[in-house]
C-alpha cells in the first residue's frame, strides 16, 4: 500500500520513464510535480526502501518490476476515477 505522495511520485516516474529507456532524474522529477530536488530524493529512498525502484547516484532512478507493476495499476486506478467523474458525475475534464 502507497501514501497518495507515494503513488503520485511512481505516476510519475512511470510517465517520464515510458518516454525513454533511461533512467529518470531528479530534477526531471522535481519539475515534473514542481517540489524541491531534495524532496525528491527523500520519497525516493522511501521508495527504493519498499523496494519499488532503484536508485542510482548520477544515473537517475528506475522502476523494479514490482515498482512497474504498481504504477501500472495507479495510472489504471487514476483513469478509472476520471472516467467514473466524467461519465457518472458529469464532472469537466478541465477540472480534473
Given at each position: 500500500m502507497?501514501?497518495?505522495?507515494?503513488?503520485?511520485?511512481?505516476?510519475?516516474?512511470?510517465?517520464?520513464?515510458?518516454s525513454?529507456?533511461?533512467?529518470?532524474?531528479?530534477?526531471?522529477?522535481?519539475?515534473k510535480?514542481k517540489?524541491?530536488?531534495?524532496?525528491?530524493?527523500?520519497?525516493?529512498?522511501?521508495?527504493?526502501e519498499?523496494?519499488?525502484?532503484?536508485y542510482?547516484?548520477?544515473?537517475?532512478?528506475l522502476?523494479?518490476?514490482?515498482?512497474?507493476?504498481?504504477a501500472?495499476l495507479?495510472?489504471?486506478?487514476?483513469?478509472?476515477?476520471?472516467?467514473f467523474?466524467?461519465?457518472?458525475?458529469?464532472?469537466?475534464?478541465?477540472?480534473?
Amino acid at each position: 500500500m502507497f501514501t497518495f505522495s507515494e503513488e503520485n511520485y511512481l505516476k510519475t516516474i512511470y510517465h517520464i520513464s515510458s518516454s525513454s529507456n533511461k533512467g529518470v532524474s531528479t530534477n526531471a522529477i522535481a519539475k515534473k510535480l514542481k517540489t524541491k530536488a531534495s524532496s525528491v530524493t527523500d520519497m525516493i529512498k522511501k521508495l527504493a526502501e519498499k523496494q519499488v525502484l532503484v536508485y542510482k547516484k548520477y544515473q537517475g532512478v528506475l522502476l523494479t518490476e514490482e515498482g512497474e507493476k504498481s504504477a501500472a495499476l495507479i495510472v489504471r486506478k487514476h483513469r478509472l476515477w476520471e472516467v467514473f467523474l466524467v461519465e457518472k458525475l458529469n464532472f469537466n475534464t478541465n477540472n480534473i
